[in-house]
């Protein structure tokens, strides 16, 4: 449930009209200029968009704003929403198996399936670079990968009860990586062609709206494959809320075979609408007449054409910026602080009892949270600091973090005899994630926009997806890391049942199977849950204090200093 929003925001930013102008105002900076600080030209692109009413109402105002794009806005939510869905049903998979008694270890493993996300750089070049003319830049790989997308979850849906060891048998959790992974790699470079698109589908004044359906379709594509998923499979909730008394079961409506089954059909009809249906226009660079805005000449600053190796020899530049080297260190060591918490509460949650249905249930509260947070939170981060943001949120993620260590450590106390839990206990538990989510996305929203800030629009998406990747990279290693090592810290006694005298340790799976078959119980004696969540907290007060200044420092570095090509105005 506590999940860091493994989301890409191509372009991010505010959420409100606005305006261009010309590069030619930015503010040049050296060594011996005053403290770094901007004028007003340096965000002249934020001044309100004189051609809407500001004193109408909001519904007019949005539509003044969003005219001309508004099938374009419609086609990006959809595309993202179904990049979610492959992400939400691999969100669900440790679900799952931590129902079946799989040990951390084990969830690490799995857990190397979000990876390619984290790794797409390494491919994104050619994305970017190679394609086909008459099909376009951007559809020559997204409708593709769709295809393959729907055409994996067919064949996956007639394998995966075999794999989960729904038929008899443990969980192959090793072949479950493999096959999630491919997946996985799918989804991931179906992302890269779709950020690239959203750059060029939406006009200038309005790509700032690309993070929001990003932000909002991932989330309701992550819901449709996570939340919807469990609380459908679940007999539970199935019984509880969708069935009468005379026809309550013990499976729920659904499975994972038919639900991926179902979503393979959709990947396929809907990409092939898209595929006949859409064509690629450029709106990103306006003509001197467009909606009756005038463009001044040389304002315009095409997304350059470069080829596989060119965009490697790019990303190499990107890399050599001095100001770049900061921003590697905090993409990929600042999450390690919230690793232990989001990676593995909710798996703990399901160790205690508390049913899978129940999680999904709690997901429901926040998902619509979820989607109005990155609009709410947009104003904030539109202006030149927007890692401020980030910097009062950091602290507060961290006490959260050992909120929910107090609350594991709470729920057990309140379980029912028959093994279930006060209405109380969750109603805690959605309270401690609403606040976790306003955290988190606090955090990644303002990141986000500081990357679209500072990435260099001439180079596309190439930019924008290695700092995104390394943002991504920066949230899946701590995570896998911790599930590895936690095991470590955990200690089992085997004891006789209904006494406290211990047999001997039982901390292997072979040993805690071995107690429970001579009828003792196999008891947690120290939980290195509480370990984990410690040390990453300690290690999260450190990094702040590291980092907090170098991270105000890179808000005052114009975002010229950022840029790998000049404007084409100062060329």
């Given at each position: ?285 306006p003509s001197n007449q467009n909606n009756g805005e005038v463009v001044p000449a040389g304002e315009e600053d095409e997304e350059l054409e470069l080829g596989v190796a060119e965009s490697y020899a790019v990303l190499y530049k990107i890399l050599k910026l001095k100001s770049i080297h900061y921003m590697v260190a905090i993409l990929l060591t600042g999450k390690l602080a919230f690793a232990a918490s989001d990676g593995m509460t909710s798996l703990k949650l399901i160790e205690m009892g508390i049913p899978k249905d129940r999680l999904a249930g709690i997901g429901v509260f926040l998902t619509p949270m979820q989607i109005m947070l990155p609009w709410m939170i947009g ?193």
């Amino acid at each position: 449930m506590a999940f860091e929003p493994d989301v890409d925001f191509s372009t991010a930013g505010g959420h409100f009209p606005r305006v261009y102008l010309p590069p030619e105002h930015e503010r040049k900076y050296s060594d011996d200029e005053d403290d770094g600080e901007y004028n007003d030209e340096d965000f002249a692109h934020l001044i309100p968009d004189p051609n809407v009413d500001p004193n109408a109402n909001w519904f007019k105002r949005t539509h003044d704003t969003l005219k001309g794009d508004i099938s374009s806005i419609l086609l990006l939510l959809f595309l993202y929403l179904l990049q979610g869905v492959p992400l939400g049903l691999i969100g669900a998979i440790p679900l799952l198996l931590s129902g079946k008694h799989v040990s951390y270890g084990s969830q690490a493993i799995f857990s190397f399936a979000y990876w390619p996300f984290s790794l797409k750089l390494l491919w994104a070049p050619i994305v970017d670079s190679v394609f086909s003319k008459r099909l376009g830049r951007r559809k020559s790989w997204m409708v593709p990968c769709q295809y393959l997308i729907g055409a994996f979850m067919l064949y996956l849906s007639y394998k995966v009860n075999d794999i989960m060891g729904d038929n008899g048998g443990s969980p192959n959790v090793v072949f479950l990586m493999l096959i999630f992974l491919p997946l996985n790699f799918l989804a991931a470079t179906q992302d890269i062609a779709v950020d690239g698109w959203a750059l060029t589908m939406l006009s200038r004044k309005n790509v700032g709206y690309a993070s929001t359906c990003n932000a909002v379709g991932q989330t309701a594509g992550y819901f449709l494959g996570n939340i919807v998923f469990l609380a459908l499979e679940s007999p539970t909730f199935c019984n509880d809320f969708l069935r009468s008394k005379e026809n309550y079961k013990d499976t729920g409506i659904i499975d994972l075979a038919g639900y991926v089954f179902f979503w393979g059909w959709v990947f396929i009809v809907t990409t092939t609408l898209v595929l006949v249906l859409k064509r690629e226009v450029d709106k990103s660079v306006p003509s001197n007449q467009n909606n009756g805005e005038v463009v001044p000449a040389g304002e315009e600053d095409e997304e350059l054409e470069l080829g596989v190796a060119e965009s490697y020899a790019v990303l190499y530049k990107i890399l050599k910026l001095k100001s770049i080297h900061y921003m590697v260190a905090i993409l990929l060591t600042g999450k390690l602080a919230f690793a232990a918490s989001d990676g593995m509460t909710s798996l703990k949650l399901i160790e205690m009892g508390i049913p899978k249905d129940r999680l999904a249930g709690i997901g429901v509260f926040l998902t619509p949270m979820q989607i109005m947070l990155p609009w709410m939170i947009g104003k904030w981060t539109a202006g030149p600091r927007p890692l401020n943001v980030f910097l009062l949120a950091f602290p507060y993620r961290i006490f959260i973090g050992g909120v929910f260590a107090a609350l594991v450590w709470w729920t057990p106390h309140f379980s029912l005899p028959d093994g279930k839990f006060e209405y109380s206990v969750y109603i805690v538990w959605i309270t401690g994630y609403i606040f976790h989510q306003l955290a988190t996305y606090s955090m990644f929203v303002s990141m986000m926009a500081f990357i679209a800030q500072i990435s260099d629009p001439r180079i596309g998406g190439t930019y924008m997806t290695m700092l995104n990747t390394l943002n991504n990279l920066g949230g899946n290693w701590p995570v896998t890391v911790v599930l590895a090592v936690t095991d470590w810290f955990t200690y089992k006694d085997c004891v006789v049942k209904g006494t406290k005298e211990i047999l001997y340790a039982c901390n292997t799976k072979v040993l805690a199977d071995q107690c429970s078959s001579g009828g003792d119980v196999c008891e947690v004696a120290v939980d290195g849950y509480f370990i984990s969540v410690a040390i990453c907290s300690v290690i999260g007060v450190i990094w702040y204090k590291v980092f907090y200044n170098k991270i105000k420092y890179l808000q005052k570095i114009p975002r010229s200093q950022w840029r790998v090509f000049p404007s084409r105005s100062a060329e």
